[in-house]
Structure formats: C-alpha cells, structure tokens
C-alpha cells in the first residue's frame, strides 16, 4: 500500500519518536527548575494555585468529548488523495470544537465561585485575585481547544515536527510563566494573562501549518455525518475524563481536604512525575495513526507487533528514568526543594513510581482499542472505573490524607493496565486467529513495573554503591536499546 509506506514506514516512526521524545524534555527541565523559584517567588499556598491552574489547562486535552482523537482516526484512515473526505472530517471536527467551547466556557465560570469557597487555608490568600486567576484562565477554553484540534489533525500524517515542537514550547512556557512574571515584578494574577500570549501564539503557528485543511472546500453540512462524530466523541470523551480523574483529581480533592502547604508537599513531586507523561504521551501519539492505519489495511499481526514496541519503549524510557529518581530520590529532593520537602515527599515519590509508569503503560492498550473501535464498550467500562476511582480515592485522602492519594493512583494504575490489557488480547484473538503471537509476551511487560518496588530498599545503600547499580543499568539499558532496535528495522514492518 503506498500510501502506509510513504505516511507510516518505520523511518517516519522513528524519525516521529525522536522528535516527540526529546522536544519533552524541555519541558520536564522548565518544571524541573521553575517549582523551586515558584515556591520562592509566591509561597507554598501560591504555588499550589498555580499547580492547580496549570492542571486545568491540561485537563482540557480529556474534555474534547473525544472529537480530536475522532478526527486524528479518520484522517490517519483516509487516501490522502481524498480531498472531498478530508474536508469532511475536518470542518465537522473543527465545528464540533467550537460547539464543545461554546457549551465549556459557561459551565466552568458557573463552578469557580463554589470551588474556590471550599479551597482550604483560602484565608490566608486574597479570594478576589484567586478567582480571577481562575476566571481568566477559563475564557482560553475556545483557544485551547483549537489547540487540541488542529494538533489532532496534523498528527493524523505524523507531522510531529509541527506538533511536538508546538506541545513543548506551550508546556516550557507555561510551567516556567510564574518565573517570568516574577521577574518582571507583576501580580500572581498576571500569569493567567501569561498563558493567553503563549495560546495565541501557538495558534497562529498551528493554523499556518494547517493551511492545507483550511483551503479545502467547506462542505456540504452532513447532519448524520456530525453526530456519528459526537456519538463516538462521547465514548471517547467518557474514556478521557476518566484519565483526567485518575492524573489529576487527587490534587483537587486535597486541596478541600487538607491545606495547601501539605497540598504543596504532594503536588511538587507528583507535577515532576507527571512530566514523564510528554514522553509517554509522544510515544502514544505517534502509535495511535500508525494503528489506526495498520487496522485499515487488514494488518492485525503487525498491529500487535506494534503494540510490542510501544510498550518496551515505555519500559525503556519511562522505567529507566523511575529507575534513577528512586534510586536517588532523597538527594534529589533535597538538593531541588531542600530538606523540608525531602522529609516530607520522599514516600509519595517511592509510591508515585510505580503508579506513573504503569499509568504510561496503559496508554498502549488504550489507543490501541480505540483503533479498534472499541471506545463504547470502554466508556462504559470507564465510567463505572472513575466513579469507583472517586470513591476510592475519597476514603483513603480521608483516612491517609496525601499518602492515601498516592496510594489511590498507583493502585488504580495497576488495575487498570491488567484490565485493558486483557481485553485488548481477548479483541486480537478473535481478529487475527489465523496469526501466530504469543500473547505472553505482553502479559510480562505489563507485570514488568513491580520490579521498581525491589529499588526502594537499596535507597539506604551508600551513595556510590548506588551509582554504581545505576551505571551498570544503564550499560544494559543502552545494549539492549540498540538490539532491539536493529530487529525492528530489519523486521517486516
């Protein structure tokens, strides 16, 4: 199929990892060095607004109700010489996100005056300029959105020089805006302002690279063609709603539970951690129309092979980095927030691990089953799982307060990979029965994460013994990186 060979051959693949992985990682060095300088500049209690700002910025990326991901599906399916279809799904989807912003602006200004009267420790801060931190930031819902779309939309040909570029400028600038604005002597308030130049920017530079799709034809409105978008962007949206809980509800239930100088102490490490999701998310990304295409073609034994890969990847690069945080987890804290956050912090970040890179592993089977469809049957699941995941994470908050957050994420994380992987297998199975696979395979790199649960005891171990452990790691990391690599490029795909 030319086609596939010219948009999804294993050069463009690698060449798209490449780009994701390591534009991440400006990112994660912003995070890295601005949570101290924000905590200096602002306060634990400031900080902790701010975190919670940034986390509805990104949570906007699970509200799309599915649209986005709907879009990046059928694009990444197409001809490419299919213009008329092209339009088609474009202007729907785009008109879908503008319908969804529409619906989201009022709601969200409605909801701020209720959760800002049960914030904690809310006293010793100025309720006014903090509802307006918020209010502000809620009017760029349109902009974001269109963010969230137009990346969709180049990413369904794996024009991730575009997007991965575009995602971490906007993430570097947005977690470092306290910084900026504290330099130029501004209000808190003021970095909400912050945000909206980085949008703005960054769709000007995303609506240029779209001019293609925007030069295309407005079509005929299809009014069936437009609800089959948003029958199968609520399935969708159930599914990433359901993510947006599991990543970030926890910090928005402390924040009413406990105060916000505790609230600090989990949010900092937990926000750093998080990060690691720009490189598991990229992978993601980059996968999902690789999938989507394989699926389109009637390939199902290099669709599972696929998701082989992407789930060592994860394992390499997400795992090799908890591997080296919790082997140092002490000094590191120590030496970027000081010993007050070390004493504090250093069992949220040993707990934290594991749930973040079984929660990067769960990506696979996730966009894996939406290629195949499946998001009805796993909005469903997901909606009884979030609503379980609310409870869940409500009774432990209350009995074990941040811990019992930490607790609640890691073992959701868990749950939630062996489940969908098992459906994912269980789909496959009954696709490609005439294909050979070991279905093993993927069983032990799910389970394979506990083993970062036998480095927390060598956290007592002298300082050079542990660099030595890391060393040796690495060595073998680095071995089997290139090994792994050399057989996939010499694979069939």
Excluded at 315 to 324: C, K, N
Aim: hydrophobic share 60%.
């Amino acid at each position: 199929d030319w086609c596939f060979m010219n948009k999804f051959g294993i050069e463009k693949i690698e060449s798209s990892l490449k780009y994701n992985i390591f534009l991440q990682i400006f990112p994660v060095i912003a995070g890295l060095l601005a949570v101290p300088l924000t905590i200096n500049a602002f306060g634990k209690e400031l900080f902790a607004i701010f975190a919670l700002g940034v986390a509805f910025v990104v949570g906007l990326n699970y509200l799309h109700l599915g649209i986005a991901t709907n879009v990046n599906r059928e694009l990444a399916a197409l001809d490419t010489r299919d213009s008329l279809k092209q339009a088609t799904v474009f202007w729907h989807g785009l008109l879908g996100i503008l319908l969804l912003s529409i619906i989201l602006l009022p709601l969200f200004l409605f909801l701020i005056p209720a959760y800002i009267s049960n914030l904690s420790s809310l006293e010793l801060l100025d309720k006014v300029q903090i509802e307006l931190f918020f209010r502000l930031i809620v009017f760029q819902i349109p902009l974001i959105m269109i963010l969230i779309f137009l990346r969709s939309v180049l990413e369904a040909s794996l024009n991730f020089s575009v997007t991965a570029f575009n995602r971490a400028m906007v993430n570097m600038f947005l977690l470092a805006a306290p910084v900026f604005v504290s330099f130029l002597n501004f209000s808190f308030v003021f970095i909400a302002n912050f945000f909206c130049l980085i949008h703005v920017i960054s769709a000007a530079y995303l609506v240029f690279h779209c001019k293609y799709f925007f030069k295309l034809p407005f079509p005929k409105f299809e009014f069936q063609t437009f609800m089959d978008l948003i029958r199968s962007g609520v399935s969708i949206m159930t599914i990433s709603l359901a993510g947006f809980f599991f990543l970030y509800f926890d910090r928005f239930i402390l924040s009413t539970q406990d105060n916000l100088t505790q609230l600090a102490f989990f949010i900092a490490p937990f926000d750093l951690l998080t990060r690691l999701s720009f490189i598991y998310g990229s992978i993601g990304r980059v996968f999902f129309p690789v999938y989507s295409r394989l699926l389109g073609i009637g390939d199902n034994f290099e669709f599972i092979k696929m998701i082989e890969m992407a789930y060592r990847l994860i394992l390499i690069s997400v795992g090799g980095l908890l591997t080296f945080i919790i082997l140092f987890a002490r000094e590191l804290l120590d030496l970027w927030l000081g010993s007050e956050f070390s004493d504090n912090s250093l069992m949220i970040v040993n707990i934290l691990c594991l749930g973040i890179l079984f929660t990067g592993l769960t990506v696979v089977p996730n966009i894996a089953l939406i290629a195949l469809k499946k998001e009805r049957e796993m909005g469903y699941a997901y909606l009884f799982f979030s609503l379980s995941y609310i409870f869940f994470s409500f009774m432990l908050i209350d009995m074990f307060g941040m811990y019992g957050a930490a607790v609640a994420f890691s073992l959701r994380s868990v749950v939630e990979l062996i489940l969908l992987n098992s459906y994912l297998v269980n789909v496959h199975k009954e696709r490609a029965q005439d294909y050979p696979y070991k279905y093993q395979k993927l069983f032990l790199l799910t389970w394979s994460p506990v083993a970062l649960l036998f480095l927390v005891p060598l956290q007592s171990l002298e300082f050079l013994t542990r660099f030595f452990i890391m060393l040796l790691f690495l060595i073998l990391l680095i071995y089997g990186i290139k090994r792994y690599w050399s057989l996939v490029k010499v694979s069939k795909f």
